[in-house]
């Protein structure tokens, strides 16, 4: 039987690089990887669907979900970017802001709302913090560059304020000259890797804090998932499970690779302790695919109904006896119940 011919648009990461270089196959597949920016992706699948696997913004897809929307996309529990997001927080030293519960009342930037390093931040001030989304103002921009917009239309309560910058300015320049009070951002803005003075991280011993959410909560942030084309999923009903276990391969040959203190496989000195206190914090599997701790929910979290959980694949995957465990399990995501308070 000749081999399902599919495109596989993901970003090239060590997780993935075995299906790229082709020493790991989809089994009853043959893939023709592209590899893609994330940002160009999403904006590429989301508005044409031109991808049959690719890697998606999983807060654009729970939104569309949560809405009844018909996503073209399947989601399958492969989790190709994972990031703790306690280091995105920026501020302005002369505004009081100190702790959390200082942004109540403050002026926040965001390049889009919806994103999920966004979506993630809002779920660690709320659920860790208690500060609403609701208790400061938002503005909306592009970071670097002026025009960056909203890639799905916001459903926002009226509690939520939110508007747009101008169009001939951007973040990074409200937050140097004092228009803006604090900044979330997945890269650091220039006013700060150019050392201006009194721009600083919310959390500067990010890494300490973020260790501590992970010893409390169990969660390491979910950013980007894989998504199947529905299409496929419900005519060849393997080819989810195929994925997954593509994928899961992929990396753990990664870890293998960055584990072997003979010979380093990145550029950096002390990869060995590195790995090391990893482990030592998050346990031997420290970037999970489908597990008890991917699936557990956060205590106040944010970023889904309840209704949303578990999340589901089509029937036709549902029904196959090749479809993943995750499926036919009570498997809710590490996110929020209240998505559209959002």
């Given at each position: 039987?000749?081999?399902?011919?599919?495109?596989v648009?993901?970003?090239n990461y060590d997780r993935v690089r075995?299906?790229?270089d082709g020493r790991v196959g989809i089994e009853g597949c043959e893939v023709n990887f592209l590899d893609l920016?994330?940002?160009?992706?999403?904006?590429?699948?989301?508005?044409?669907?031109?991808?049959?696997?690719?890697?998606?913004?999983?807060s654009s897809y729970m939104l569309t979900l949560s809405r009844g929307e018909k996503n073209p996309y399947v989601a399958v529990p492969v989790f190709v970017s994972r990031t703790f997001r306690h280091s995105a927080i920026y501020m302005r030293e002369d505004r009081g802001i100190e702790q959390p519960a200082d942004l109540r009342n403050k002026r926040v930037g965001v390049p889009e709302y919806q994103v999920t390093a966004a979506l993630w931040v809002r779920?660690?001030?709320d659920g860790e913090y208690g500060v609403k989304p609701s208790d400061f103002e938002w503005l909306q921009g592009g970071l670097e560059e002026p025009g960056?917009?909203?890639?799905?239309?916001?459903?926002?309560?009226?509690?939520?304020?939110?508007?747009?910058v101008p169009n001939d300015t951007t973040l990074n320049a409200m937050l140097s000259d004092g228009r803006l009070d604090a900044l979330i951002a997945?890269?650091?803005?220039?006013?700060?890797?150019?050392?201006?003075?009194?721009?600083?991280?919310l959390f500067p011993d990010y890494r300490t804090d973020e260790a501590a959410y992970f010893r409390r909560t169990g969660i390491f942030p979910i950013m980007h998932v894989v998504g199947v084309r529905r299409a496929l999923v419900e005519s060849h009903p393997w080819l989810a499970s195929s994925v997954v276990s593509a994928f899961t391969e992929a990396k753990q040959i990664a870890i293998e690779e960055i584990s072997n203190r003979g010979a380093m496989a990145a550029t950096l000195p002390w990869l060995g302790a590195h790995i090391d206190e990893t482990v030592a914090t998050m346990g031997q599997d420290f970037w999970p695919t489908a597990s008890s701790r991917t699936c557990r929910p956060s205590r106040r979290s944010s970023s889904m109904p309840t209704s949303m959980a578990p999340l589901r694949v089509s029937s036709a995957c549902r029904n196959s006896s090749r479809r993943p465990r995750w499926i036919s399990s009570r498997c809710e995501w590490p996110v929020c119940e209240r998505l559209a308070e959002f």
């Open positions: 039987m000749a081999k399902l011919s599919i495109s648009a993901c970003k075995a299906i790229s920016k994330p940002e160009e992706l999403f904006f590429r699948a989301y508005r044409n669907s031109e991808f049959d696997v690719c890697e998606l913004s999983l779920a660690l001030l960056r917009v909203e890639k799905l239309k916001l459903d926002l309560p009226p509690s939520v304020r939110i508007s747009a997945m890269r650091p803005p220039n006013c700060f890797t150019s050392g201006q003075q009194g721009i600083r991280r």
